[in-house]
Each structure stands twice: as C-alpha cells, then as structure tokens.
C-alpha cells in the first residue's frame, strides 16, 4: 500500500514538472516570428511552382499572388497572442499536495492496517457459503462457475434470473444469449430469453422478442410462452382475432392451478372488450409481465427438479423463489419433497431452512 501512494506522489510530481516545461516553452515562443508569415510565402512559392507546371495559367497566377500577398500583409501587421502561462509553480505544488492529502485522509478515516483481500479469495469464500452471500457476490461466484463449466447452459441460467431480480435485465439477457449458444435445443432457455427481451422493452413484443419465439416453437410447438407473446404481437400489429385465437389456445392447456391462467384470462377479457391490448405504464416494464416472467422461470426450474431431483442448489433456490412469491402451500411441498431427497444431509437441509424462513 505505501508503495502505491509514493508510485501516486511520483507521477503527480511528474504531472506537474510536465505544467512546468510547457508553461516555459510557451514563455520563451513569446517574441518569435508569426508562423502565419512562413505559410504564406510557402504558398507564394508553389504558386509559381504550379505556373512553371502548367497548372496555372498567368492570370491565375497573377489573381493567387496578390491575395496570398495581402494575407502576408494582414499576418506580418498582427502581433502574436502572447501565451498565458499563468502560475504553473501553484498548478505543481497543487498537483503535488493532491496525493499527500489523500494519504493523510487515508490514514486517519480508512483502515491501513487491514491486510489485502484479493478477488479469488473472496470469491473462495463466497462459493463456500452461498447462503451467506450477497446477491452481487452470488452472481460472482455463478460467473466463475459459467466459466469453469464452459458447455454448461445451467449457471448461465441461474445467473440470468439473479439479475433479473436485481433489475438488471441486460446482464440477464447476455446470460441466456450465451446459455443458448451451448444449449441451442433449449425452449425453456429460449422463452426466457424472449420474456426477458419483453420486459427490457417494457412490454413490447419487438422483432428481435418475436424472432426468439418463433426459435422457441420451432424447438417446442406446444410453448405457452411462445404463443402467448406472439399472439400479443399479433394484436399489437392489428390481428385481433389472429392473436385471441393463440391465446384461447393457451388457456386451454394451462392447468387450473397455474398462477399464469387468471392472468391470462384477463387480458382475454379485456382485449375482447376493447378490441385492444389494456394500457401500460410508461414508467417500468409491466407488472402482469413480470409476474409471468418470474411465474414462468420458477415452474421451469420446478419442472427440471421433478425429472432430475439430485440438485441441491436448484431445491433451495425454489424454495426460496416460492416464498418471495407468497406461495405458501408450493413452497411447503417443495420443502417437504427436499427434506425427503436428502433426510441424511444436514448441511443441506439447515440450507433449505434457511431458505423457507424461521416459520418452517
């Protein structure tokens, strides 16, 4: 640390030596000839050099010459602006007393006996205890885990819906658009790359969301994302009828208890009403989409523990995805069917109690 703030005093000493030179280099131009006057009789000579050539006739040469030689006129008349070089001594001691003062602040409000913490060993920390990190260190520690799984799309995934909640929808999508990459033949990754798309364009369906869809039911011709957001586009675009036909078609496969359902229901009602699509605000991706957003991110990780259980991460972050969502009675079932998967694990089962809360 002391080495850094006398590497910091050098170079601000070095800064303000090189005010110094040039305020003295233009102290000592004050006094010299015009460089205005050479240009012109530079000019005056090429002129006759391009007549010489044939490049200009005699009456141009005649007409070039005498307004190059009233420019000469007009320059040798004019004094030369004298360079300020105002007080460059107080401009060094400045610069100077700059890093000094910072490391007397330092000093006395910052910690200088504390030793160095450096990235990988925080981060060594942060992968050991995932529960006890904090959301920024838990998407730290899931790049570092993308990066060491290069053909793995799952962390990509997961670190795609972190930010997601932490409103950053662009690192969320940069996230899927590389999942997708090593997984091409993901729906699941497709329609949450297109709903995340929707969000970050506060709920248009623009063409760079209906082309992500359209992959999607290429992949999944049954994706009640997919249809969703591009009947919504259809009516969007004027298609009315085209756009509630996907819907309806929607609504007959969600199951009764799919949180998705009443709200879909709704917008059926309301576009059937008006002939449109209801009014969004202006001020922030819409509400009913976000829910669905999320809704639909954690029934896709629900499904994926239902075909392969053995992922504790996955249990724990359900549980404590439906507990943010107010799903009491899905948050006890996947507690209690974690529980069951791993009764003989302590570690991971006072994990999943500190994902579902002191209540359980």
Same mark, same amino acid.
């Given at each position: 640390?002391?080495?850094?703030?006398?590497?910091?005093?050098?170079?601000?000493?070095?800064?303000?030596?090189?005010?110094?030179?040039?305020?003295?280099?233009?102290?000592?131009?004050?006094?010299?000839?015009?460089?205005?006057?050479?240009?012109?009789?530079?000019?005056?000579?090429?002129?006759?050099?391009?007549?010489?050539?044939?490049?200009?006739?005699?009456d141009e040469q005649a007409a070039t010459r005498a307004e190059v030689g009233r420019r000469l006129l007009r320059a040798a008349e004019r004094p030369q602006a004298p360079?300020?070089?105002?007080?460059?001594?107080?401009?060094?001691?400045?610069?100077?007393?700059?890093?000094?003062?910072?490391?007397?602040?330092?000093?006395?409000?910052?910690?200088?006996?504390?030793?160095? =913490?450096?990235?990988?060993?925080r981060l060594a920390v942060w992968r050991s205890d995932p529960e006890r990190s904090s959301a920024p260190e838990l998407a730290a520690s899931l790049r570092a885990v993308?990066?060491?799984?290069?053909?793995?799309?799952?962390?990509? =995934?997961?670190?795609?819906?972190?930010?997601?909640?932490?409103?950053?929808?662009?690192?969320?999508?940069?996230?899927?658009? =590389?999942?997708?990459?090593?997984?091409?033949?993901?729906?699941?990754?497709?329609?949450?790359?297109?709903?995340?798309?929707?969000?970050?364009?506060?709920?248009?369906?623009?063409?760079?969301?209906?082309?992500?869809?359209?992959?999607?039911?290429?992949?999944?011709?049954?994706?009640?994302?997919?249809?969703?957001?591009?009947?919504?586009?259809?009516?969007?675009?004027?298609? /009315?009828?085209?756009?509630?036909?996907?819907?309806?078609?929607?609504?007959?496969?969600?199951?009764?208890?799919?949180?998705?359902?009443?709200?879909?229901?709704?917008?059926?009602?309301? /576009?059937?009403?008006?002939?449109?699509?209801?009014? =969004?605000?202006?001020?922030?991706?819409?509400?009913?989409?976000?829910?669905?957003?999320?809704?639909?991110?954690?029934?896709?990780?629900?499904?994926?523990?239902?075909?392969?259980?053995?992922?504790?991460?996955?249990?724990?972050?359900?549980?404590?995805?439906?507990?943010?969502?107010?799903?009491?009675?899905?948050?006890?079932?996947?507690?209690?069917?974690?529980?069951?998967?791993?009764?003989?694990?302590?570690?991971?089962?006072?994990?999943?109690?500190?994902?579902?809360?002191?209540?359980?």
């Amino acid at each position: 640390m002391i080495g850094f703030w006398i590497a910091a005093i050098l170079l601000a000493a070095g800064a303000g030596a090189l005010v110094l030179d040039r305020s003295r280099r233009a102290s000592s131009s004050l006094g010299a000839p015009n460089p205005d006057i050479a240009v012109y009789r530079r000019a005056l000579a090429e002129v006759d050099d391009l007549v010489d050539r044939d490049l200009l006739t005699r009456d141009e040469q005649a007409a070039t010459r005498a307004e190059v030689g009233r420019r000469l006129l007009r320059a040798a008349e004019r004094p030369q602006a004298p360079t300020r070089s105002g007080r460059p001594l107080l401009i060094f001691l400045v610069a100077l007393a700059a890093p000094v003062l910072a490391l007397g602040l330092y000093l006395v409000l910052g910690s200088p006996a504390a030793s160095d =913490q450096p990235f990988a060993a925080r981060l060594a920390v942060w992968r050991s205890d995932p529960e006890r990190s904090s959301a920024p260190e838990l998407a730290a520690s899931l790049r570092a885990v993308a990066a060491e799984r290069p053909n793995d799309p799952e962390p990509l =995934q997961r670190l795609a819906m972190l930010e997601l909640s932490l409103g950053d929808p662009d690192a969320a999508i940069h996230a899927l658009r =590389q999942a997708t990459v090593i997984a091409p033949q993901r729906a699941d990754l497709m329609a949450m790359l297109g709903e995340i798309l929707v969000l970050r364009a506060r709920g248009q369906v623009d063409p760079d969301a209906q082309a992500v869809f359209r992959r999607t039911l290429a992949i999944d011709p049954a994706s009640a994302t997919a249809q969703f957001y591009l009947g919504r586009a259809a009516i969007t675009a004027g298609d /009315v009828t085209g756009g509630l036909r996907s819907w309806r078609a929607v609504l007959a496969e969600l199951a009764p208890t799919d949180p998705r359902r009443a709200l879909l229901a709704t917008d059926v009602e309301a /576009v059937e009403r008006t002939g449109a699509l209801p009014s =969004q605000e202006s001020e922030g991706p819409p509400q009913a989409d976000l829910s669905r957003a999320i809704a639909g991110m954690v029934d896709s990780l629900a499904a994926r523990l239902a075909a392969h259980p053995r992922d504790p991460p996955g249990w724990i972050r359900l549980v404590r995805a439906y507990g943010v969502l107010g799903e009491s009675a899905k948050q006890a079932a996947a507690l209690a069917e974690a529980r069951r998967y791993y009764a003989g694990r302590a570690d991971i089962l006072s994990q999943l109690q500190a994902a579902a809360g002191p209540t359980r």
